[in-house]
């Protein structure tokens, strides 16, 4: 199993930054790809950007130039800086954990944090 929890979320201004952080525990050795998803009110949940195993980056294009995902393998967390934001960047952001096994996929979910972008 893998749990995963985020945390930095909150309310900031247009053109302002966040720092979103995503700790991992478990067996995060079967782990290939974590990524950051996002739900806006009324919207389906939407890929913002993923990283694999061996450091391969997938950027919404929506969020390329502005995001930037990171982890720290000792710590076992992931982070997603985020610059510039906009109010259509307003969601609710979860961590995923991404792992296959015998072609199954499975997917582990955080909790979510909310990212709010408002003046």
């Known amino acids: 199993q893998v749990q995963l929890v985020e945390s930095g979320g909150g309310l900031v201004q247009p053109g302002g930054s966040l720092r979103l952080s995503c700790a991992a525990s478990?067996?995060?050795?079967?782990?290939?790809?974590m990524g950051w998803y996002r739900q806006a009110l009324g919207k389906q949940r939407e890929l913002v950007v993923s990283i694999a195993r061996g450091g391969r980056t997938n950027y919404a294009d929506s969020v390329k130039g502005r995001f930037t995902i990171s982890r720290d393998n000792a710590k076992n967390t992931v982070y997603l800086q985020m610059n510039s934001l906009k109010p259509e960047d307003t969601a609710v952001y979860y961590c995923n954990g991404l792992r296959y096994s015998n072609n199954v996929r499975y997917d582990y979910w955080g909790q979510g944090t909310q990212v709010t972008v408002s003046s």
């Open positions: 478990g067996n995060m050795f079967s782990i290939y790809v």
